[in-house]
């Protein structure tokens, strides 16, 4: 394995593992902090659970020889519970409001010029926003990915736009877990103690940081659609046909949705 494979190897087990490592810690500090009391009634109840194996069970191991794989498979069981925990913020995160639904098609006729816009209604035959958009994804899809730059960007962003929904949804899990750790605390403790100060503190920076997220996500998506469309043009490229007579005869449709935002909220 040459050195730019191990390196490529290394920043794809980070860019896998790190998301699940920073909302295990996060999530571990906030419970800590907040609820003191719940986290040491947690950790007495998962010791039993986390000794090492008893001599009966090494001197097993050792005999068929499995003793060697122990750090292996502790390893292997800390990585699929963080991961658990992340796919788990995760989903709660999308249950928790506000949602978000985006239109791609209302975003691409936006990001792009109407000069630019005109030629691929031609090229693709259609003056439908909707079929425009399913056109140039599908076009922009079918590129080569190892020899197209387009592609590369597309591909890119794409990934990108991934990767800020998901911090977006974790965010909306923290600010939840903060009040479910408060909730915790108040049940567990003695005296119905709670941190109301540093939940308040926790909850804000939580939310602040979802709406950053949240609004990069909105920003991702923008970039993703200008990405597609530019792609879409190296069709034109392929194909030309007097693109700039052919745009000046094209009847531009009246645009419905002119006042119609791309993203919605609910």
Known sequence: MGFSK??????DLWHFSSPALIITGILSFVTAWIAPDTTLRTIEAIKPFVRPPSPEIRQGLVFLGLDKLIPVITAFIFVLVVYLIRRTAETVGGMIPPHVSIAPANIATRVIGNVIEKRL??????????????????????????KSQAATNV??????????YEAWLRCKFVAAWVVISVGLEWHSSAHHRTNVARATL??????VA??????RYLSAWKSYVWAVMM?????????????????LQLRVPDNKDAFFSPFSLS
């Open 6 to 11: 191990f390196r490529a190897a290394v920043v």
């Open 121 to 146: 209604r031609v090229h693709f035959r259609t003056d439908s926003d909707q079929e425009l958009w399913d056109r140039a994804l599908e076009y922009a899809s079918s590129l080569n990915r190892g």
């Open 155 to 164: 591909n890119g962003l794409r990934r990108l736009q991934t990767v800020e």
């Open 202 to 207: 926790l909850f804000f920076f939580a939310s």
């Open 210 to 215: 979802a709406l950053i997220y949240f609004f």
């Open 231 to 247: 792609a879409a043009q190296v069709g034109m490229v392929e194909d030309p046909n007097e693109l700039d007579a052919k745009a």
